[in-house]
């Protein structure tokens, strides 16, 4: 018998169903202590089997020469999990990546679920599992069925989208691999999130890609646009990545698919951008932290029980310590982690005047930094204002009503169904 209950912790269930409210997971940002809700986890550092062309993380090998393979100790991951596991609230989201988290073998996972249940005394605790996929197979897939594992699969969609950057060491295509994979977890009814990276070549495929993944059964999908420094030419970004004017344009396509797709009000498909957008205009903070105010709402354990500010921010310099000698929780209220976290606050003039702020608060610091050209300013703007001005109407309708159904809901508990009796259209 488990003590500890372990769920995934999705955002979809919060907002699809239309049906409870509760805060997100970083709502308590505004108090003084940031509370440990959330931790990602590199147990394999940044190995990984696969060499997307992409990637930002594989050259973080530079950070740890002292061994080829980079492999979490039984120690470490014990560590972790009881710090993790004591520090936190009642609600905590382990989230395991990479590099190919699934190079730790299956083993690893069994452990980290019975350390989970050891120390967990009652907690409700997510896993989130972002894999390329191509190591599962179907132990994997009743393992992660067993105990509700939410899974992150890399797909970018149809051959042609995937395969132009989704390459292993050898430079070979993997695309039928993943596929083949993604059937696999859905057969065996693993929950399973599309992870869709949006580059200057597939922004032209909004259509396509949301129609592939909506066919294959994947109605979770998450578009993340990537933007990193031309590895030849530093002072420009690499060509694959994605211009504002492109990303505005998908994004305002997508989300006519997403709404086409509603019936009786409800989306019948989940796009995570929408989702945590559609928070704030019921007046609650977004769950990404790319929409908050502030950085910093959690923190990085790489391999060897170093911690970091952020996933993207892997560096000496975002370095806050090591689990061995400090707890997690309080390198999660450093200065170090404050001044991280603020950073994202310097904005230009024209954001401290523009009606979209409270819902964009400038994007991802990432993507103010990775092109120098950017200058560090808001890459995406442009993106943005296009999708606001695009979506704000429907989305005020659908915020309006989820509030009402919210109400009514609350009042006929309040009034234990009496008040359903008085209204014209129940
Ligand atoms: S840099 Fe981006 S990913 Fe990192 S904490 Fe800030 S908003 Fe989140
Ligand atoms: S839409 Fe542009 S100007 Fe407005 S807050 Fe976001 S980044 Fe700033």
Redesign the pocket.
Known sequence: MFFCEVVPARLSDRVIKFDYFRHSIYSNMAQKQRPLNSVLIKPAGPDCNLQCTYCFYLEKEALFPETKNHRMSPEIQEEMIRQVMQQSGSNVSLAWQGGEPALMGLDFYKKAVELETKYGHGKTVGNGFQTNGTLLDREWAAFFKKYDWLIGLSLDGPEHIHDKYRVNKGLQKTWSVVEEKAKMLLEEGVAVNAMCCITDYSADYPEELYNYYKNLGLTWMQFIPIVEPDPEDPSKAAHFSLTAQKYGNFLVKLFDLWMADFVNGVPTTSVRHFESVFHSYVGLESPECTMMKECGPYVVVEHNGNIYSCDFFVEPRHRLGNLRNDKIINMLNTKKQDDFGKAKTL?PR??KF?P??TK????CTKDRVKDPMDQRL?RF?EA??MF?EHADARMRILAKNWMQQQNDLQEKEQSRGNYWAFRENK
């Open positions: 904005l024209k954001c523009c979209w702020l964009c608060y400038g994007g808001p703007c943005y204002i606001f």
